[in-house]
């Protein structure tokens, strides 16, 4: 296990009052400050009236009342812009809002008996028996409407329902313990990998009938905290956008993750996985160039044939990482020129990239195609033809990625300045340098080619 959850015991508190509820003179108010578009449409600022106890646990009984139609008028705010036709379904709501204060003096604890329609739809959004995947729908409809929600992430969310719902069941919401989601976070961290055989042709469903799970096939340590994060954004949701009032259940859970620490290659092991390295044009040069330039495997997968060009004055070949084209850098630091060893133009680098058609051509061809086998072909493929282990003898992973820990690794070996290896392998080189770090400039194309020409295996 590359983590550990935490559980911090949880005292039985109040959460802080919510806006829409005031203490004055011993006595608890209802207080709804409307929104500014709200209130600028109807030309009413808030609503006020006395919940008539001087007991916060009475307070809350009156004042969820009240939250169905609050939540119908959140709602509006929602919107981009509200419409004239707006008004008169808005004026309903405040109308039905402001006169709920008779259903405080004839202490009626029963929810609303009016022919609108808006309050009791709501009233049934907010049921607290309420499934969790009907409120994880809500919240997608929510975020799609109103922050902009990319398909990506929609998938994403899709994803982790369905694994949810597989392993902890749906439940009503505030059945939901604190101790439910723990047990789900533990069973994601013994789950595998679903990019790798067997598993890609399996169905969640198979897979979480399997006893054991090899170690190294299972997810990293980082895709249970993902879990977790997701949660926290569904609960929060549920509390503060439909006002629910429960304890968070994701409030107690804490991560402790250790971070992923990849191992280099020595020399001989590089000679035999370069020696191996064959088959497609993909697979003879990215190999060679992730060892010699210490470039990621995204950056060198969107190569195009105008990004490999000639610059007089070093009198050298170099990679230009730009974002150009909708390409997508890790950091503003990636973008950057990397001057090309000598050695990999002896090996004719330039003349396959020359055989290559048009300038605007990505030199490896389909883009998602070798970004999707290339991990890995390198980690299971070649790796085992050239008969290196996938674990150093400190127990460090070896992947594709730790070519570029290979070339860092022997650059400061050899004694070359930290920041001409940060800039050439697109870190923050400003670290340490203070307000110095704003009068710090790129260093020359000729002064960066010292860097790879002390690369040797």
Same mark, same amino acid.
């Given at each position: 296990? /590359?983590?550990?959850?935490?559980?911090?015991?949880?005292?039985?508190?109040?959460?802080?009052?919510?806006?829409?509820? %005031? /203490?004055?003179?011993?006595?608890?108010?209802?207080?709804?400050?409307?929104?500014?578009?709200?209130?600028?449409?109807?030309?009413?600022?808030?609503?006020?009236?006395?919940?008539?106890?001087?007991?916060?646990?009475?307070?809350?009984?009156?004042?969820?009342? +009240?939250?169905?139609?609050?939540?119908?008028?959140?709602? +509006?705010?929602?919107? =981009?812009?509200? =419409?004239?036709?707006?008004?008169?379904?808005?004026?309903?709501?405040?109308?039905?809002?402001?006169?709920?204060? +008779?259903?405080?003096?004839?202490? %009626?604890?029963?929810?609303?008996?009016?022919?609108?329609?808006?309050?009791?739809?709501?009233? %049934?959004?907010?049921?607290?028996?309420?499934?969790?995947?009907?409120?994880?729908?809500?919240?997608?409809?929510?975020?799609?409407?109103?922050?902009?929600?990319?398909?990506?992430?929609?998938?994403?969310?899709?994803?982790?329902?369905?694994?949810?719902?597989?392993?902890?069941?749906?439940?009503?919401?505030?059945?939901?313990?604190?101790?439910?989601?723990?047990?789900? /976070?533990?069973?994601?961290?013994?789950?595998?990998?679903?990019?790798?055989?067997?598993?890609?042709?399996?169905?969640?469903?198979?897979?979480?009938? /399997?006893?054991?799970?090899?170690?190294?096939?299972?997810?990293?340590?980082?895709?249970?905290?993902?879990?977790?994060?997701?949660?926290?954004?569904?609960?929060?949701?549920?509390?503060?956008?439909?006002?629910?009032?429960? %304890?968070?259940?994701?409030?107690?859970?804490?991560?402790?993750?250790?971070?992923?620490?990849?191992?280099?290659?020595?020399?001989?092991?590089?000679?035999?996985?370069?020696?191996?390295?064959?088959?497609?044009?993909?697979?003879?040069?990215?190999?060679?160039?992730?060892?010699?330039?210490?470039?990621?495997?995204?950056?060198?997968?969107?190569?195009?044939?105008?990004?490999?060009?000639?610059?007089?004055?070093?009198?050298?070949?170099?990679?230009?990482?730009?974002?150009?084209?909708?390409?997508?850098?890790?950091?503003?630091?990636?973008?950057?020129?990397?001057?090309?060893?000598?050695?990999?133009?002896?090996?004719?680098?330039?003349?396959?990239?020359?055989?290559?058609?048009?300038?605007?051509?990505?030199?490896?061809?389909?883009?998602?195609?070798?970004?999707?086998?290339?991990?890995?072909?390198?980690?299971?493929?070649?790796?085992?033809?050239?008969?290196?282990?996938?674990?150093?003898?400190?127990?460090?992973?070896?992947?594709?990625?730790?070519?570029?820990?290979?070339?860092?690794?022997?650059?400061?070996?050899?004694?070359?300045?930290?920041?001409?290896?940060?800039?050439?392998?697109?870190?923050?080189?400003?670290?340490?340098?203070?307000?110095?770090?704003?009068?710090?400039?790129?260093?020359?194309?000729?002064?960066?080619?010292?860097?790879?020409?002390?690369?040797?295996?």
């Amino acid at each position: 296990m /590359l983590h550990k959850l935490i559980h911090k015991p949880t005292r039985q508190v109040f959460r802080k009052l919510p806006s829409y509820l %005031e /203490l004055r003179s011993n006595t608890y108010y209802f207080r709804y400050r409307l929104p500014i578009k709200v209130a600028a449409l109807i030309n009413k600022t808030e609503i006020r009236f006395s919940l008539r106890t001087d007991s916060l646990s009475e307070a809350y009984s009156r004042l969820h009342q +009240f939250i169905p139609i609050v939540n119908s008028i959140k709602r +509006f705010s929602f919107q =981009k812009t509200l =419409k004239r036709n707006d008004k008169p379904a808005l004026n309903r709501l405040v109308k039905q809002l402001s006169e709920s204060r +008779f259903d405080v003096m004839q202490r %009626e604890t029963s929810a609303y008996s009016t022919p609108f329609s808006e309050p009791k739809a709501t009233l %049934e959004a907010i049921n607290p028996m309420m499934l969790f995947s009907e409120i994880h729908d809500q919240l997608i409809d929510y975020k799609i409407k109103n922050k902009g929600l990319t398909d990506k992430m929609r998938d994403s969310y899709l994803r982790y329902k369905n694994l949810f719902l597989l392993i902890s069941g749906d439940k009503a919401v505030n059945l939901i313990t604190t101790r439910d989601l723990k047990n789900y /976070l533990a069973k994601v961290a013994e789950l595998p990998r679903k990019n790798i055989k067997p598993y890609c042709s399996m169905t969640w469903e198979e897979i979480t009938q /399997l006893e054991i799970i090899p170690d190294n096939d299972k997810v990293a340590a980082k895709t249970p905290k993902e879990h977790l994060k997701w949660l926290q954004g569904v609960f929060a949701y549920l509390i503060y956008q439909l006002d629910y009032k429960l %304890e968070n259940p994701t409030k107690a859970i804490r991560m402790r993750i250790k971070p992923n620490r990849y191992g280099s290659f020595d020399d001989h092991e590089v000679n035999s996985i370069l020696r191996n390295a064959a088959g497609a044009d993909w697979q003879y040069w990215l190999p060679r160039l992730a060892f010699f330039t210490g470039a990621r495997r995204g950056e060198l997968v969107n190569l195009q044939k105008k990004n490999i060009k000639y610059h007089p004055d070093a009198q050298r070949y170099y990679l230009q990482i730009t974002n150009e084209g909708n390409k997508k850098l890790k950091t503003d630091n990636a973008l950057r020129l990397v001057p090309l060893s000598e050695k990999l133009v002896d090996q004719g680098f330039i003349k396959f990239v020359d055989s290559v058609a048009d300038d605007e051509c990505f030199i490896f061809g389909d883009v998602s195609f070798v970004t999707k086998h290339i991990t890995d072909w390198f980690n299971h493929n070649l790796l085992k033809k050239s008969e290196v282990k996938v674990y150093d003898e400190t127990g460090h992973k070896r992947v594709f990625h730790s070519t570029r820990h290979t070339f860092v690794t022997k650059a400061i070996q050899a004694n070359i300045l930290p920041q001409l290896v940060q800039e050439l392998v697109g870190h923050d080189k400003s670290s340490g340098l203070g307000i110095t770090a704003r009068y710090t400039h790129r260093f020359s194309l000729k002064e960066l080619c010292k860097v790879v020409d002390v690369i040797d295996y």
